[in-house]
């Protein structure tokens, strides 16, 4: 059998995979954009979404992922970067993995229990005398348990790109003189900027369409495009705004996927 016919056999369920689970999606919820909860064909959804209150939601959804993209940088950075300094660094590596093998929805009723009246959380700020706090239901809440869930995300493309910098280009900056945040920010990060891009695209894209932790942890005082969809989908039944809706972000995150993406 020629090699292209090889080729072409093995592709075809790849390429089967792709128009049903991809593309075909995508094509339904296209076309219910352009029908109203009559079932009437019309423009008015893409209309109404341009109004106040659908981009007062998208700004608020941009803000909390960049907060939740940012905070997760901030903390996996640092700890990718312990992790190919230490001994065991697979092992620790699993462990940082370990959560995302939990099922979402267990860990967010578990923040429900930690972030409680009466959790753990507020029975340490009792202990230590500052008594206690509404911690549930806040910005604050959110944007922590959202930030867990996403860290090992933003870990592991970052731990590769280190554990790929050959270090003997660190160790000539060094040599010629370099200080170590001087090192760090002409050197390493630069070259580890593909892991931080890769990062950033597995974090900030789910990241806007949050529903679920808004619903749980947020108690619906964030509201995202995510929960707007959900909204149009099981309550109002308006499943063509909801689809509109989920066209915008369908565009948004292929726009993030080609900014981010690597253009060598």
């Known amino acids: 059998m020629p090699m292209n016919s090889v080729r072409n056999v093995y592709l075809f369920p790849y390429v089967l995979w792709i ?42 959804s941009f803000w909390y992922a960049f907060l939740i993209t940012f905070f997760s940088l901030l903390i996996a950075y ?17 462990m940082i993995i370990l959560p995302t093998w939990v099922n979402l929805l267990l860990k967010v009723y578990a923040f429900l229990g930690i972030f409680g009246t009466f ?9 230590i005398g500052i008594g206690t706090k509404q911690i549930l239901f806040t910005d604050f809440s959110f944007v922590f348990v959202s930030v867990y869930i996403f860290i090992p995300f933003m870990v592991l493309p970052i731990f590769n790109a280190l554990e790929e910098l050959n270090p003997s280009l660190v ?10 945040w001087t090192t760090f920010r002409r ?26 932790i808004t619903r749980l942890i947020a108690g619906n005082r964030v509201i995202t495009l995510g929960t707007a969809i959900e909204e149009h989908f099981l309550v109002t039944q308006d499943w063509g705004m909801g689809a509109t809706i989920a066209v915008f972000l369908i565009i948004v995150m292929a726009l993030v996927v080609i900014v981010t993406g690597n253009r060598r």
């Open 119 to 127: 959790g753990l959380a507020n029975a340490v700020l009792s202990t």
């Open 19 to 60: 128009i049903l689970c991809v593309v075909a999606p995508i094509g339904l919820i296209v076309y219910d954009s352009f029908f109203d909860i009559e079932g009437h064909w019309t423009l008015e959804n893409y209309t109404k979404f341009f109004t106040p209150v659908y981009l007062k939601m998208t700004l608020s």
């Open 187 to 212: 050197v390493v990060f630069p070259l580890t900027l593909d892991g931080v891009k890769a990062g950033c695209q597995a974090v900030f894209i789910p990241a806007l369409s949050l529903f679920m």
């Open 78 to 94: 640092p700890t990718a970067y312990l992790l190919t300094k230490t001994k065991h660094k697979q092992l620790w590596l699993l």
């Open 171 to 180: 160790d000539a900056a060094r040599d010629l003189g370099a200080s170590a």
